[in-house]
């Protein structure tokens, strides 16, 4: 589930959202369903942001500025052993587990990564 930041939804809508070009293109390729948040509805947004909030709480708060190889050694081993293993609030599961439990129907990942194009519009001036 996505909010409805324009990077991703030109359009928000109850029934029919419309989705950004490019995101649609990635999300087509990559194979993943588009989404968006239901507008206007600030409790669905909570449920989307929660996680962000609990590595901003539990993983990067008081931490240092360190190199990205490192920071992403730290975060794995953070997950396998914190978060990873926690008892989430609302599903009451490991969500480690859960996701190893769900690993088994994912499919993989495309044989070539999705090539992101760049569109620049040009605006004549008026006459």
Request: glycine share 6%.
């Amino acid at each position: 589930m996505t909010d409805n930041l324009k990077a991703a939804v030109v359009r928000a809508c109850w029934t029919e959202p419309e989705a950004q070009q490019s995101y649609r293109e990635c999300a087509e390729h990559y194979g993943f369903l588009i989404g968006p948040c239901i507008p206007y509805t600030p409790q669905h947004k909570g449920k989307v942001e929660s996680g962000v909030h609990y590595v901003q709480r539990n993983f990067m708060g008081g931490r240092e500025p360190t190199p990205l190889p490192q920071a992403n050694r730290d975060v794995l081993r953070w997950v396998q052993t914190t978060a990873g293993m926690r008892l989430h609030g609302t599903t009451h599961e490991r969500p480690l587990l859960r996701f190893d439990l769900e690993r088994a129907v994912l499919r993989p990942l495309p044989a070539t990564p999705y090539d992101l194009v760049e569109k620049e519009v040009h605006i004549e001036p008026s006459v």
